[in-house]
């Protein structure tokens, strides 16, 4: 009897027999897990929304303005397409964040070789210089606005300056983001209310949903892919899930809290940016979009004579908080295709990143006589030559068996992601026929 009682387990107080059944303490587990449960998803909140910030910039209010103004809801189509696929491509490579050893493109050099991830960082860096021009166009321009009198180019050129020392002074990031965090969700927030406030023609802007392409539509349409099918922060992505740590486990959450909604918000404010202007600039013909004096308009219904001065505001807070992941991410990419780490720490980085830096002001400064709204549009049209690289490397390491696992594509998964890169690649031979032909 000795014997057993020394064996027996200590009694737990609050039971009859002195311990704790099996159910109970799955049930007290299951219930601290519940309680958590909603914070834990929260925490999962992060690369895609990044990603999404980054394509909802200057380029891309420019050419869903300019699309409403011109062709009314005739293009909204494009934005719900564009949307739809960047969830898939997003997908694709928060998966590959997830499975990855290091980085993404340490994993299509190890798969495919070297040149392949060499041609996937100097084709998000390329991407990324094709944004700096909006980035550092729509920085200038918006602060101009709301300083009459004062040049774009000079803002552009203090602009560019202050975003290479937030930089190397990380600490002022934090503060920094934050104040235009504010300044683009007052600009979105004034985005919907105009959308009920200037009483749009809502059967008409449903029938944009039907696939329509009115004629001389083709550089915009390009520009409107450019922007809201970023297949480079789709690529970026993976980064940022493997920076966070994410697990295999934790993807389904990732899907629900994150990658979603992250890339859907987006699309919808894109979708009611063009609404506004269809509404508000779509009687004046097609000249006021040439000018910014006459986007401006966009928030009269709503605001009065201060909309001018919140879309000026608004504006600059996306083209300045555009900068700094646009430049980070490049830098970065660039440093991990020639193997100097997939960190934006690296000096490769950082020189990259400030070449990214310098390409848009030199671009702003050598075309300052020209329509900063069509520059704009230009440079988000021509990211489509590269991104058919990207999308392609994209489904092809998340078909890899054996980095994959689990997480390899689904049938359906590359449905979507044949439909996207013959998507970009058709863009991408109309834009090249385009220039060719003048």
């Not at 920094?176 to 749009?200: G, H, R, T």
């Not at 996306?318 to 660039?334: E, H, V």
């Not at 440093?335 to 070449?355: K, M, V, W, Y």
Request: proline letters at 4%; glycine letters at 12%; charged letters at 10%.
């Amino acid at each position: 009897m000795s014997d057993r009682t020394t064996q027996r387990p200590p009694a737990t107080p609050g039971t009859g027999h002195g311990r704790i059944s099996t159910e109970t303490v799955r049930s007290i587990v299951d219930s601290h897990r519940t309680r958590r449960t909603f914070w834990r998803r929260l925490a999962l909140i992060g690369p895609a929304f990044v990603a999404g910030a980054w394509q909802f910039g200057p380029g891309n209010l420019t050419t869903a303005m300019n699309a409403g103004a011109l062709y009314g809801y005739t293009l909204i189509w494009v934005i719900i397409v564009s949307t739809i696929l960047m969830i898939f491509l997003t997908d694709m490579s928060v998966r590959l964040g997830i499975r990855t050893p290091v980085s993404l493109i340490s994993s299509i050099k190890d798969s495919l070789g070297t040149w392949a991830g060499v041609v996937a960082g100097i084709g998000v860096f390329l991407i990324t210089l094709c944004f700096s021009v909006g980035n550092a166009v729509g920085s200038g321009v918006g602060l101009s606005m709301l300083i009459p009198g004062t040049s774009p180019v000079m803002w552009t050129v203090i602009c560019t300056v202050l975003v290479g020392t937030i930089l190397l002074l990380k600490k002022i990031y934090g503060v920094v983001e934050k104040i235009l965090i504010v300044i683009v969700a007052l600009m979105a927030f004034c985005f919907i209310a105009s959308a009920f406030a200037s009483n749009p023609d809502w059967a008409a802007a449903g029938a944009g949903l039907i696939p329509a392409i009115p004629g001389g539509a083709w550089l915009l349409i390009i520009g409107l892919v450019g922007t809201n099918f970023s297949i480079n922060a789709a690529f970026f992505a993976s980064y940022g899930t493997k920076a966070r740590e994410r697990h295999e486990d934790e993807y389904r959450d990732i899907t629900i809290v994150d990658t979603i909604p992250g890339i859907v918000a987006p699309g919808i404010m894109t979708a009611l940016v063009i609404v506004v202007a269809a509404s508000v600039l779509g009687q004046t013909g097609a000249d006021t979009p040439g000018a910014f004096t006459g986007l401006a308009r966009i928030f009269e219904p709503v605001a009065g004579p201060v909309g001018a001065w919140i879309f000026a505001l608004g504006f600059f807070g996306a083209a300045f908080s555009s900068m700094i992941p646009n430049c980070i991410a490049g830098g970065t990419m660039l440093s991990d295709a020639i193997g100097r780490g997939a960190s934006a720490e690296t000096l490769a980085a950082r020189l990259g990143s400030a070449f990214i830096l310098a390409f848009g002001l030199g671009v702003t400064i050598a075309f300052a006589g020209a329509s900063p709204v069509q520059l704009i549009v230009i440079a988000q049209a021509l990211t489509v030559l590269f991104a058919p690289i990207l999308a392609a490397l994209i489904i092809v390491m998340a078909n890899n068996r054996k980095l994959m696992g689990s997480l390899r594509n689904r049938w359906w998964q590359n449905v979507a992601g044949a439909i996207g890169l013959i998507a970009v690649v058709a863009l991408s031979i109309r834009l090249m026929m385009s220039l060719i032909g003048g």
